[in-house]
């Protein structure tokens, strides 16, 4: 149903408010003291002067029917825009003839600026064009950091993706492929950030692109970017390849700012709050109210910089840390990532690049060795780490923990070989640690 249909309908006397499906048991939904999304839904619908409001009002009344039978009704298909494999999720009606408007409601998936930094401006565009062409239903974002359009015909998507690709927006990914990429908002507006994101996930996703729009990979394969341990994308247990902001020199203090917190808030409050809760009790707070950080002991877990934000900064010795193998139930549960690489500085183009070739052959260890349907983090776990770390070409690490000052997985039997090998090639490497060999 094309959108100057829904047009003709929703010009019709026949008004939508006046013809809406009954929704008692979504009704339900909008009591209670939480915003509804059917509030949100109905809003669509009854916005009479919209070509979406028949569609809206149909899709509402699929979901009554959904409910009341405790069945789904949608089902996938193919659709897609020219030239890409990936990037919109089809949904076909299963009782299309009960809700013909709502027949076909597919999802655009689309990439978002790095470090979602949009003006007003752009969004109206972005609205305007769902408003043409969709059901003007926007998520902001996915999982995966996508704007969701959703709600769409088959015919109105290539339309849709055409003017969106105008004002220089692309798909993202779909099915076994690289998906689309999420930086945190970053150095832009946040103190604690300790590299570049955007231009890391601008450089690693420009890369990788052809892998987001033809799907060629075994299963999906996700990059995020934190620029600190708060992790504002989720990146250490959403993401296959989660780039961490870190500092390997001392956090920086400054004692005047401390005092005047702990003369603001109290001894005892700053003993409790924030000397207390660091995890590896590496703080204390002297006589004079000046605080002494243990930094061999601190494992940057980011909980007194967040207190303190006056007082407490990065190190100067900025980078970031990279883990492996992050991601949702699936076959073998939830899963953290595994830290692969503990420090990389990323400043200059050659840090960039030396980051995307790390990524180049991550994608392709996985694209080789990963079963179908198989994360990497599940690889990883299936073949052992000390195969998987001989298979990328990184060399072990003490500093390859699963959890900090607990459980170092490189073993330690040959301690003092591998500690000279590990000190020897310290010597050899400035300040990248990746293993090139
Ligand atoms: Fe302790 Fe975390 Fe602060 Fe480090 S960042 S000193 S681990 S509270």
């Known amino acids: 149903m094309s959108h100057e249909d829904?047009?003709?309908r929703a010009a019709d006397s026949n008004a939508p408010a006046k013809s809406c499906h009954p929704t008692p048991m979504l009704d339900e939904l909008e009591s209670g003291p939480w915003p509804s999304f059917i509030s949100g839904l109905k809003r669509l619908r009854d916005a009479d002067d919209k070509p979406y409001a028949p569609m809206m009002n149909d899709l509402l009344g699929q979901l009554e029917h959904s409910y009341e039978n405790?069945?789904?009704?949608?089902k996938g298909g193919t659709v897609s825009v020219f030239g890409y494999g990936g990037g919109v999720i089809p949904r076909f009606s299963e009782v299309a003839d009960k809700f013909p408007e709502s027949k076909e409601f597919h999802t655009l998936r689309v990439q978002p600026p790095a470090g979602y930094h949009y003006t007003t401006d752009l969004l109206r565009q972005l609205c305007d064009i769902w408003e043409k062409y969709g059901s003007g239903l926007i998520a902001l974002h996915g999982q995966s950091g996508d704007i969701m359009f959703q709600g769409c015909s088959t015919e109105n998507v290539q339309k849709a993706f055409d003017e969106f690709n105008e004002i220089g927006f692309d798909l993202g990914g779909a099915g076994p492929a690289l998906r689309t990429s999420m930086s945190c908002v970053g150095h832009?507006?946040?103190?604690?950030?300790?590299?570049?994101?955007?231009?890391?996930?601008?450089?690693?996703?420009?890369e990788f692109l052809d892998e987001m729009h033809r799907p060629a990979l075994p299963y999906k394969f996700k990059f995020k970017f934190s620029g600190c341990g708060n992790d504002c994308v989720n990146a250490i247990h959403r993401a296959d390849f989660a780039v961490i902001g870190t500092w390997r020199d001392d956090m920086k203090v400054d004692q005047e700012e401390v005092k005047k917190y702990v003369a603001k808030a109290g001894r005892k409050y700053t003993i409790d709050h924030v000397i207390a809760m660091c995890p590896t009790r590496a703080l204390s707070l002297n006589d004079d109210d000046?605080?002494?950080?243990?930094?061999?002991?601190?494992?940057?877990c980011m909980h007194c910089l967040n207190v303190m934000t006056k007082a407490l900064s990065p190190g100067d010795d900025k980078g970031a840390s990279i883990l492996v193998g992050g991601k949702r139930a699936l076959k073998i549960g939830d899963m953290m990532g595994t830290m692969i690489i503990p420090f990389i500085k990323l400043q200059t183009d050659e840090d960039h690049q030396a980051l995307v070739e790390f990524a180049r052959r991550l994608i392709d260890f996985f694209a080789d060795n990963a079963l179908e349907h198989e994360r990497i983090g599940e690889t990883m776990d299936r073949i052992g780490l000390p195969?998987?770390?001989e298979a990328i070409g990184v060399d072990p690490d003490p500093n390859m923990v699963n959890h900090p000052r607990t459980s170092c997985y490189v073993r330690t039997d040959d301690f003092t070989d591998e500690a000279e090998k590990y000190f020897e090639r310290k010597a050899r490497e400035a300040g990248l640690n990746i293993a090139a060999d």
């Not at 000046?290 to 940057?300: F, I, Q």
């Open 6 to 8: 829904n047009h003709d």
């Open 70 to 74: 405790r069945l789904g009704y949608w």
């Open 188 to 206: 832009a507006r946040c103190e604690k950030s300790c590299y570049d994101e955007v231009k890391a996930h601008r450089s690693v996703i420009n």
């Open 290 to 300: 000046t605080l002494e950080v243990d930094n061999k002991s601190c494992v940057r």
């Open 387 to 389: 195969a998987f770390l």
